[in-house]
Protein backbone atom coordinates (compact mmCIF):
# COMPACT_ATOMS: atom_id res chain seq x y z
CA UNK A 1 0.00 0.00 0.00
CA UNK A 2 1.21 3.60 -0.84
CA UNK A 3 1.92 5.34 1.88
CA UNK A 4 2.35 8.94 2.69
CA UNK A 5 3.65 9.89 5.89
CA UNK A 6 3.39 13.62 7.57
CA UNK A 7 5.60 14.07 10.24
CA UNK A 8 3.75 15.60 13.17
CA UNK A 9 0.03 15.18 13.52
CA UNK A 10 -0.19 18.46 15.92
CA UNK A 11 1.70 21.34 16.23
CA UNK A 12 1.30 24.83 17.76
CA UNK A 13 4.04 27.67 16.74
CA UNK A 14 3.66 31.39 17.51
CA UNK A 15 3.01 34.30 15.00
CA UNK A 16 5.95 35.01 12.60
CA UNK A 17 7.83 31.78 13.17
CA UNK A 18 8.72 30.14 9.93
CA UNK A 19 7.45 26.73 10.10
CA UNK A 20 8.34 23.33 7.65
CA UNK A 21 5.58 20.98 7.18
CA UNK A 22 7.11 17.62 5.92
CA UNK A 23 5.48 14.95 3.67
CA UNK A 24 6.87 11.64 2.24
CA UNK A 25 5.42 8.85 -0.30
CA UNK A 26 6.78 5.71 -0.65
CA UNK A 27 5.35 4.69 -3.68
CA UNK A 28 7.70 6.92 -5.88
CA UNK A 29 4.65 9.16 -6.90
CA UNK A 30 5.60 11.93 -9.78
CA UNK A 31 2.80 13.94 -8.42
CA UNK A 32 2.26 15.27 -4.61
CA UNK A 33 -0.46 18.01 -3.76
CA UNK A 34 -0.10 20.23 -0.55
CA UNK A 35 -4.28 21.29 0.94
CA UNK A 36 -5.92 22.91 3.99
CA UNK A 37 -8.97 22.41 5.11
CA UNK A 38 -11.01 24.32 7.26
CA UNK A 39 -14.66 24.21 8.17
CA UNK A 40 -17.06 25.13 5.55
CA UNK A 41 -14.56 25.63 3.45
CA UNK A 42 -13.68 22.05 2.41
CA UNK A 43 -10.07 20.88 0.86
CA UNK A 44 -8.16 24.24 -1.00
CA UNK A 45 -5.38 23.53 -2.63
CA UNK A 46 -1.83 25.51 -1.66
CA UNK A 47 0.69 23.96 -4.03
CA UNK A 48 1.12 20.77 -6.01
CA UNK A 49 4.23 19.34 -7.94
CA UNK A 50 4.49 17.15 -10.63
CA UNK A 51 8.03 16.41 -10.15
CA UNK A 52 11.69 16.84 -8.47
CA UNK A 53 12.50 21.05 -8.10
CA UNK A 54 9.09 21.36 -10.30
CA UNK A 55 6.35 23.73 -8.10
CA UNK A 56 3.16 25.17 -9.39
CA UNK A 57 0.72 27.46 -7.33
CA UNK A 58 -2.60 26.49 -6.24
CA UNK A 59 -5.71 28.26 -5.36
CA UNK A 60 -4.46 29.91 -2.00
CA UNK A 61 -0.46 30.14 -2.17
CA UNK A 62 0.18 33.62 -0.29
CA UNK A 63 2.05 32.87 2.52
CA UNK A 64 3.29 29.84 1.75
CA UNK A 65 6.26 28.37 -0.16
CA UNK A 66 7.09 24.58 -1.17
CA UNK A 67 10.27 22.48 -1.85
CA UNK A 68 10.32 19.39 -3.86
CA UNK A 69 14.53 18.70 -3.57
CA UNK A 70 13.91 14.61 -4.32
CA UNK A 71 11.07 12.60 -5.86
CA UNK A 72 9.75 11.56 -2.18
CA UNK A 73 9.61 14.52 -0.18
CA UNK A 74 7.23 18.01 -0.36
CA UNK A 75 7.51 20.32 2.10
CA UNK A 76 4.97 22.97 2.79
CA UNK A 77 6.50 26.07 4.16
CA UNK A 78 4.71 29.29 6.34
CA UNK A 79 7.50 31.79 5.71
CA UNK A 80 5.64 33.92 8.35
CA UNK A 81 3.07 31.86 10.31
CA UNK A 82 -0.10 34.03 11.23
CA UNK A 83 -2.84 32.78 12.91
CA UNK A 84 -5.32 32.64 9.73
CA UNK A 85 -3.09 29.98 8.59
CA UNK A 86 -4.12 28.07 11.60
CA UNK A 87 -5.70 24.57 9.92
CA UNK A 88 -5.29 20.99 8.78
CA UNK A 89 -2.68 20.29 6.28
CA UNK A 90 -3.13 17.29 3.91
CA UNK A 91 -0.58 16.25 2.00
CA UNK A 92 -1.64 13.95 -1.10
CA UNK A 93 0.08 11.98 -4.17
CA UNK A 94 -0.60 10.10 -7.20
CA UNK A 95 1.18 8.82 -10.14
CA UNK A 96 0.84 10.43 -13.60
CA UNK A 97 -1.41 9.87 -15.95
CA UNK A 98 -4.21 7.43 -16.24
CA UNK A 99 -6.68 7.55 -13.43
CA UNK A 100 -6.01 7.53 -9.77
CA UNK A 101 -7.40 8.88 -6.53
CA UNK A 102 -5.06 11.09 -4.35
CA UNK A 103 -3.69 8.97 -1.79
CA UNK A 104 -3.11 11.27 1.41
CA UNK A 105 -1.54 11.28 4.47
CA UNK A 106 -3.05 11.69 8.52
CA UNK A 107 -2.97 15.06 7.98
CA UNK A 108 -0.87 17.96 10.26
CA UNK A 109 -3.08 19.95 12.65
CA UNK A 110 -0.95 23.09 12.91
CA UNK A 111 -2.67 25.63 15.56
CA UNK A 112 -0.79 29.36 15.40
CA UNK A 113 -0.92 31.63 18.54
CA UNK B 1 -15.09 27.87 -11.51
CA UNK B 2 -16.60 25.02 -11.96
CA UNK B 3 -16.85 22.75 -8.72
CA UNK B 4 -18.05 19.80 -7.06
CA UNK B 5 -20.91 20.14 -4.43
CA UNK B 6 -23.00 18.18 -2.30
CA UNK B 7 -26.18 18.52 -1.35
CA UNK B 8 -26.98 17.41 2.49
CA UNK B 9 -24.39 18.94 5.03
CA UNK B 10 -25.48 16.33 7.58
CA UNK B 11 -26.77 12.65 7.66
CA UNK B 12 -28.21 10.84 10.63
CA UNK B 13 -28.97 7.30 9.61
CA UNK B 14 -29.97 4.30 12.38
CA UNK B 15 -27.19 1.53 12.58
CA UNK B 16 -28.30 -1.28 10.18
CA UNK B 17 -30.30 1.02 7.61
CA UNK B 18 -28.64 2.01 3.89
CA UNK B 19 -27.09 5.22 3.46
CA UNK B 20 -27.09 6.84 0.46
CA UNK B 21 -24.69 10.28 0.27
CA UNK B 22 -25.26 12.84 -2.81
CA UNK B 23 -22.90 14.45 -5.01
CA UNK B 24 -23.75 17.21 -7.65
CA UNK B 25 -20.94 18.36 -10.33
CA UNK B 26 -21.13 21.02 -12.55
CA UNK B 27 -18.16 20.42 -15.62
CA UNK B 28 -19.84 18.43 -17.89
CA UNK B 29 -16.18 17.21 -18.89
CA UNK B 30 -15.41 15.15 -15.71
CA UNK B 31 -15.08 11.91 -16.56
CA UNK B 32 -13.58 10.24 -13.35
CA UNK B 33 -15.18 10.46 -9.81
CA UNK B 34 -14.00 9.09 -6.50
CA UNK B 35 -15.34 8.68 -2.93
CA UNK B 36 -13.49 9.69 -0.19
CA UNK B 37 -13.99 8.63 3.70
CA UNK B 38 -12.40 11.03 6.14
CA UNK B 39 -13.04 9.94 10.45
CA UNK B 40 -11.76 12.80 12.57
CA UNK B 41 -8.65 13.62 13.12
CA UNK B 42 -7.30 11.41 10.33
CA UNK B 43 -6.55 12.08 6.13
CA UNK B 44 -9.29 11.17 3.97
CA UNK B 45 -9.52 7.44 2.51
CA UNK B 46 -10.23 6.33 -1.34
CA UNK B 47 -13.82 4.43 -1.18
CA UNK B 48 -14.81 3.80 -4.67
CA UNK B 49 -14.22 5.27 -7.58
CA UNK B 50 -16.08 5.60 -10.95
CA UNK B 51 -15.14 6.07 -14.92
CA UNK B 52 -17.68 8.34 -16.83
CA UNK B 53 -18.57 5.48 -18.93
CA UNK B 54 -19.55 3.57 -16.18
CA UNK B 55 -23.40 4.29 -14.58
CA UNK B 56 -22.67 1.78 -11.15
CA UNK B 57 -19.78 -0.22 -9.69
CA UNK B 58 -19.70 -2.23 -6.49
CA UNK B 59 -17.68 -2.45 -4.04
CA UNK B 60 -17.81 -4.65 -0.46
CA UNK B 61 -21.14 -2.58 1.01
CA UNK B 62 -20.24 0.12 -1.00
CA UNK B 63 -22.31 1.39 -4.49
CA UNK B 64 -21.62 4.36 -6.17
CA UNK B 65 -24.10 5.71 -9.07
CA UNK B 66 -23.57 8.19 -11.69
CA UNK B 67 -26.34 9.76 -13.54
CA UNK B 68 -24.31 12.03 -16.05
CA UNK B 69 -27.58 13.45 -17.61
CA UNK B 70 -28.19 15.80 -14.45
CA UNK B 71 -24.52 15.65 -13.42
CA UNK B 72 -24.69 13.90 -9.91
CA UNK B 73 -23.01 10.56 -8.33
CA UNK B 74 -24.17 9.62 -4.91
CA UNK B 75 -22.45 6.77 -2.56
CA UNK B 76 -24.78 4.16 -1.12
CA UNK B 77 -23.47 2.06 2.06
CA UNK B 78 -25.86 -0.81 2.63
CA UNK B 79 -26.55 -1.64 6.34
CA UNK B 80 -24.88 0.96 7.73
CA UNK B 81 -22.26 0.63 11.01
CA UNK B 82 -21.01 2.76 13.40
CA UNK B 83 -17.63 2.76 11.82
CA UNK B 84 -19.25 4.80 9.01
CA UNK B 85 -19.81 7.73 10.81
CA UNK B 86 -17.57 9.79 9.05
CA UNK B 87 -17.22 12.97 6.45
CA UNK B 88 -17.86 11.51 2.91
CA UNK B 89 -16.07 13.73 0.03
CA UNK B 90 -16.88 13.58 -3.32
CA UNK B 91 -14.38 14.48 -6.08
CA UNK B 92 -13.94 14.68 -10.11
CA UNK B 93 -11.55 14.98 -12.39
CA UNK B 94 -10.60 14.88 -15.97
CA UNK B 95 -8.28 14.27 -18.95
CA UNK B 96 -6.50 11.86 -16.58
CA UNK B 97 -5.10 15.20 -15.43
CA UNK B 98 -4.64 14.12 -12.08
CA UNK B 99 -5.70 17.18 -10.84
CA UNK B 100 -8.93 16.51 -8.84
CA UNK B 101 -11.80 18.99 -7.28
CA UNK B 102 -13.21 18.25 -4.16
CA UNK B 103 -16.96 19.16 -2.76
CA UNK B 104 -17.81 20.26 0.20
CA UNK B 105 -17.97 16.91 2.46
CA UNK B 106 -21.10 14.83 4.35
CA UNK B 107 -21.17 14.18 7.90
CA UNK B 108 -22.83 10.93 7.99
CA UNK B 109 -23.39 10.46 11.93
CA UNK B 110 -24.90 6.55 12.36
CA UNK B 111 -27.17 6.06 15.46
CA UNK B 112 -26.95 3.02 17.25
Known amino acids: DVKVTQSSRYLVKRTGEKVFLECVQDMDHENMFWYRQDPGLGLRLIYF???????EKGDIPEGYSVSREKKERFSLILESASTNQTSMYLC????????????FGSGTRLTVV | GESVGLHLPTLSVQEGDNSIINCAYSNSASDYFIWYKQESGKGPQFIIDIRSNMDKRQGQRVTVLLNKTVKHLSLQIAATQPGDSAVYFC???????????FGGGTRLMVKP
Open chain 2, 91 to 101: AEGYNAGNMLT
Open chain 1, 92 to 103: ASTPPGAYYGYT
Open chain 1, 49 to 55: SYDVKMK
